[in-house]
């Protein structure tokens, strides 16, 4: 047994022994096999990268801000008479002009009104011309001193009042006339009228809250936003050189479904939230804004002339500020100071680059100054190379070479970015 158990133990030792012997002759094997990628260049060959050309460009600053869709004008249309409602002339949600006539109220007691009011002036002017034909006979009568002064004088009062009687009789006309108008419900304003209040054949009356409709003014219309304080300054100083675009954003914060023009800046700031209200007017030609719905919105307060445009994961934060790699014609990377001007999206306006300089986005972290450097494809999530990523190995744009600017990039103002 003691002999069986020294064969095994012997058994073992000799395979560690071998297994050792394979590992250390295995491993130079592979060390040679190995690419020379390394983290500096020199004995360990180049650092694979990806880089980027820095490109010229317009680029629009933008400040962002929440706000509420409102209507220019709102009427709640009311009865300004009591009567029975004859009928209803508009559909709900149908567009009316001004001076439409959207309901009927039965006329029948203003009607008579009227009339006693232009047969009361007929019967005053009837006396008045009675009392002005006794005038030119006393005048003549007076002449011959065929009867008293008094008698005269009395006669041209007489007149005078009836002559006041008849404007008292015209303007009660004016009134009832008025009054009978009102049988015919007219719309104040053009615009889209709202679910019906009152139905056909009820008494409506003067005194009535509800009303009879809602009509709301949607082409043009208005949005109500707000931004911070700190952004004033620079609203003013935009606003006094011209007019300002404002965009609306869709459901999808992406897509502008309006454009329309700065209108009014409050002028108070709110002490409670910090902020200044402005008001937009867009002409909604295709009815996208609805009154009470709430909007992403941006205004644009200047253009950011021949701009040079990084990728912002190009941007490194050191100790003394920000930096970028650039590598040079021999392929050899050098880390140079940069100022972010204004951030927008997943780039960034920067100085202290050229446009057409290549700028390392990938690879950054076994990069120092001096370093030899190899660009390979950008890739995916997935590990696979990605098509049209706008590598530096791509043909330059024309901005990038120095050519037409290139078309502003619509993206927002990052909050507490100076421009």
Do not use: C
């Not at 015209?170 to 049988?183: E, G, M, P, R, V």
């Not at 690879?363 to 890739?379: K, Y």
């Amino acid at each position: 047994m003691a002999i069986r158990r020294r064969s095994i133990a012997t058994a073992i030792v000799a395979l560690v022994l071998v297994g050792v012997a394979g590992a250390v002759w295995w491993q130079p094997a592979r060390q040679q096999q190995q690419p020379r990628f390394g983290r500096g260049g020199g004995d360990d060959g180049p650092v694979p990268v990806v880089a980027a050309l820095a490109k010229r460009s317009d680029v629009p600053v933008y400040l962002d801000g929440v706000g509420t869709i409102r209507a220019l004008n709102t009427v709640t249309v009311r009865s300004q008479v009591d009567g029975k409602l004859l009928s209803v002339n508009y559909t709900e949600g149908q567009q009316v002009e001004r001076g439409y006539v959207l309901a009927k109220i039965d006329p029948t007691t203003y009607q008579a009104a009227y009339d006693q009011a232009v047969a009361k002036k007929a019967l005053d002017e009837a006396t008045l011309a009675n009392a002005r034909l006794d005038l030119e006979r006393y005048t003549r009568l007076v002449a011959s001193n065929s009867i008293a002064r008094q008698q005269l004088d009395t006669q041209k009062m007489l007149v005078a009042q009836q002559e006041a009687q008849v404007n008292l009789d015209q303007a009660q006309i004016d009134n009832a006339k008025a009054i009978l108008d009102y049988t015919n419900v007219v719309a104040p304003i053009s615009g889209r009228t709202g679910i019906r209040q009152v139905d056909q054949g009820n008494t409506v009356h003067a005194s009535d809250s509800t009303g009879i409709v809602v009509i709301t003014q949607l082409q043009p219309i208005s949005i109500l936003f707000t931004l911070p304080q700190q952004q004033l300054g620079d609203v003013n100083r935009a606003f006094a050189s011209g007019a300002l675009q404002v965009d609306v954003f869709g459901p999808d914060n992406k897509t502008v479904i309006e454009q329309g023009e700065l209108k009014v800046v409050d002028n108070q700031v709110d002490p409670a939230t910090g902020t200044i209200k402005l008001k937009a007017e867009f002409a909604n030609r295709d009815l996208q804004l609805w009154p009470g719905a709430f909007v992403n919105v941006r205004l644009s307060v200047q253009t950011l002339k021949d701009a040079v445009v990084l990728p912002q994961n190009a941007i490194i934060t050191a100790p003394r500020g920000k930096i970028v790699y650039v590598v040079d014609s021999s392929n050899k990377a050098s880390a140079r100071p940069v100022e972010v001007t204004y951030p927008f999206g997943e780039e960034a306006v920067v100085t202290g680059v050229r446009p057409g300089e290549r700028v390392v986005v990938d690879g950054r972290q076994n990069l120092r100054s001096g370093a030899s450097v190899v660009e390979r494809a950008p890739t995916d999530a997935g590990g696979r190379a990605r098509r049209g990523s706008g590598a530096a190995s791509e043909p330059a744009s024309p901005a990038a070479e120095g050519g037409p600017a290139a078309a502003a990039a619509p993206f927002a103002l990052a909050s507490g970015a100076t421009p």
